[in-house]
């Protein structure tokens, strides 16, 4: 069955890794990413056929740039039916005290206003698939955040907040909304924390049928 997915922060080590991978197994991709150089060099490794792949350049925090792509990815591929947002930034090292407003309102940007425009542009699309499916990777200290991260934590819960909410709305659409926690993503395999292999192994199984009854869950994907 020919589906189509968008995945933010595509040329990321995480994203390049899972546009691979999903391309591999046949689906169409919307590739979103800030970085026009990266993009053209993802595509050229991609091999997909024109019908199969929409690319654009964007700033996730613009509402309204997002709507406009999120019609015209309906235009040429039809409907969406999975969201996979891997946009990340980290902002830390200081006391609530020494944190500025600015320090904050990057976070919010990056992980609240980016996912809340995706879900307002895409998610539409999605309910009217009749199967879908959500992914958020977040960070393992959310529900216990450590000192000197406020303004990530901060954001990161919100950002899973948006998450569970949209799990609760869509779940009678067969519309899954899910969160992948990790430690930290160990692009290099030295056993520091999750590889992107294993966060792509875990967003394939949510993709089965068999994980079509997890929803709104938080999946601790990091050694106990």
Do not use: C
């Not at 040429?76 to 309102?105: F, P, Y």
């Not at 990057?106 to 009749?130: C, Y």
């Not at 992914?135 to 200290?141: L, N």
């Amino acid at each position: 069955m020919n589906r189509t997915i968008v995945i933010t922060g595509a040329t990321g080590a995480l994203g390049n890794k899972t546009a691979h991978a999903f391309a591999g197994r046949g689906y169409s991709l919307v590739l979103l990413d800030n970085d026009q150089a990266k993009l053209d060099a993802l595509t050229r490794e991609l091999h997909l056929p024109a019908e199969r792949l929409f690319v654009s350049v964007v700033d996730l925090r613009d509402g309204k740039a997002l709507r406009n792509i999120a019609e015209a990815v309906a235009d040429k591929l039809g409907r969406v039916h999975a969201l996979i947002h891997l946009v990340g930034g980290w902002v830390g090292g200081k006391t609530l005290v020494e944190t500025s407003v600015e320090d904050l309102d990057l976070m919010l940007s990056q992980h609240v206003w980016t996912t809340f425009h995706l879900f307002q542009s895409f998610v539409p699309r999605l309910s009217k698939s009749g199967w879908g499916r959500v992914i958020v990777v977040s960070a393992s200290t959310v529900p216990q955040p450590p000192g000197k991260t406020g303004a990530y934590a901060a954001a990161k819960a919100a950002q899973e907040n948006l998450v569970l909410t949209l799990a609760a709305e869509l779940k009678e659409k067969g519309v899954t909304a899910n969160i992948i926690q990790v430690r930290a993503i160990d692009v290099e395999n030295k056993g520091t924390g999750t590889t992107p292999d294993e966060i792509v192994a875990a967003m394939t199984y949510l993709f089965s049928e068999e994980a079509s009854k997890i929803n709104g869950a938080r999946i601790p994907l990091y050694s106990l």
